[in-house]
């Protein structure tokens, strides 16, 4: 099994940052993929950026530019910034990791892009 703490997710307003960080209780060496997503209001849960084991790196286009996803492998944490945020980015993220063909899901973090 595995667990995640999510964190950094919040209230923003439009134009701004925020950095969301997602600690494993294993160790992120393990995992083929991790990653995160989003699911906003109404809608379906929809990729936002994921790294492989080889640092290979896939955004979906409305993150490209204006998100970083990394990892911290001293903390066994994947990360993602985000920059430039608008109210289309107003979603629960999740934190996301697949290992042997498992997938295991954070709980999600609220962020709301608002003035």
């Known amino acids: 099994q595995v667990h995640f703490v999510e964190s950094g997710g919040g209230l923003v307003q439009p134009g701004g940052s925020l950095r969301l960080s997602c600690v494993t209780s294993r160790s992120i060496a393990d995992f083929d993929v991790m990653g995160w997503y989003r699911q906003p209001p109404g809608k379906q849960r929809e990729l936002v950026a994921t790294?492989?084991?080889?640092?290979?790196?896939h955004y979906a286009d409305s993150a490209k530019g204006r998100s970083t996803i990394s990892r911290d492998i001293a903390r066994n944490a994947v990360n993602l910034q985000l920059n430039g945020l608008t109210s289309d980015d107003t979603a629960v993220y999740y934190c996301?990791?697949?290992?042997?063909?498992?997938?295991?899901w954070g709980q999600g973090t609220q962020v709301t892009v608002s003035s």
């Open positions: 790294m492989t084991f080889r640092d290979e790196i």
């Open positions: 996301h990791a697949n290992v042997a063909n498992t997938n295991y």
